[in-house]
């Protein structure tokens, strides 16, 4: 039987192959989210109104003094949305009382695309109508993106594309 013995040059060529790998996605990241509202900000649209898919109107404040809110933006055509959607729907049901999650559909051309969209999935959070103005206040360039804003209103984080339902849960509990 061969004996497994520590190769220090292979070592450190995977540590270097996995730093590197590791600064591509960070700076791939920091590109993409340029362009997004700046974390560490006061968010200037504090109230949000808006339909649900239910033509039912939504109200919230997002500087509330007592809730963090998580705000999720897709579109009903973006493949990515569907591939995370639901694990943002896993979180919804088991979400601490002190953050509220709110989703937008933007980018949409019919209520019946959205509602396309929505029939793909088990979603029980409410889903909101935005609209080409609500787009153009919160920066949204691609899908899907979310902020997470703090209960004084300020933007705690940021991210735009897939993310997992640890990565989503790393930034509602470790962000605030």
Not at 144 to 163: A, D
Request: aromatic letters at 14%; one cysteine or more.
């Amino acid at each position: 039987m061969k004996k497994l013995q520590f190769n220090k040059k292979q070592f450190l060529s995977w540590l270097f192959q996995l730093i590197l790998l590791a600064f591509v996605f960070y700076t791939a990241s920091w590109y993409q989210q340029r362009n997004m509202l700046v974390t560490g900000e006061k968010i200037k649209q504090s109230q949000l109104s808006l339909l649900s898919i239910t033509g039912q109107a939504k109200h919230y404040q997002l500087d509330n003094g007592k809730n963090d809110t998580f705000i999720y933006f897709f579109a009903p055509w973006c493949s990515v949305c569907h591939a995370s959607i639901d694990n943002l729907e896993n979180i919804y049901r088991s979400k601490p009382e002190a953050i509220e999650i709110i989703v937008i559909a933007l980018d949409w051309s019919s209520i019946d695309e959205v509602d396309e969209f929505l029939s793909q999935h088990e979603l029980t959070m409410p889903i909101l109508l935005g609209t080409n103005q609500v787009m153009k206040n919160f920066k949204i360039k691609a899908f899907p993106s979310y902020y997470l804003i703090s209960r004084n209103g300020e933007i705690v984080s940021k991210n735009m594309g897939y993310t997992t339902e640890l990565g989503i849960n790393w930034r509602i509990l470790f962000n605030r």
